[in-house]
């Protein structure tokens, strides 16, 4: 049976789950029982009745979406269901969202080799810049030439 991928919120458990399995850092029941229900948008694929992915866009719905909690069960990894999530996220991005919508992707583990797949994602209508994480906690920001600028933890940022 070959995996369905639908628009719909998973269950706590099942995101928490599948979150730990395919590598992104473990977020509390009561976390997610909060804030699975705020997505703007939200996929999961499924292969017989379990998640084996999922991807979700948050955020205020006119001014600023997050893409986020890009997942694929391990088993699953490498036959295209990140980008079959992607490309569901972003449809649902152009068909409901208003023009200059800023859209980032919030990457977690892995997740953010994605970005270089959809890097129009946080360039819309010529606006340029992005903000990783680093592994150690700083934040590496690009400015508009795209060099990179560091800020360590605790540092203020620039206004």
């Not at 909060?34 to 694929?45: E, M, Q, Y």
């Not at 994605?114 to 994480?133: K, V």
């Amino acid at each position: 049976m070959t995996p369905t991928l639908t628009l719909e919120i998973p269950g706590n458990q099942e995101y928490r789950t599948l979150r730990s399995a395919a590598g992104l850092s473990m977020m509390t029941e009561e976390g997610a029982a909060l804030g699975l229900p705020a997505s703007w948008c939200s996929v999961c694929v499924r292969h017989e009745g379990e998640l084996i992915g999922m991807g979700r866009v948050v955020g205020d719905g006119g001014l600023f979406l997050f893409v986020v909690d890009i997942a694929v069960a391990p088993a699953w990894q490498g036959q295209g269901l990140g980008r079959r999530i992607m490309q569901a996220l972003m449809d649902e991005v152009h068909a409901r969202a208003p023009v200059r919508t800023m859209v980032a992707l919030i990457a977690d583990g892995t997740a953010h080799a994605l970005e270089l797949l959809h890097s129009r994602l946080t360039a819309p209508h010529g606006m340029r810049g992005r903000a990783d994480r680093r592994r150690d906690g700083g934040a590496l920001r690009r400015n508009q030439d795209g060099a990179r600028s560091r800020f360590e933890p605790g540092d203020a940022f620039p206004r």
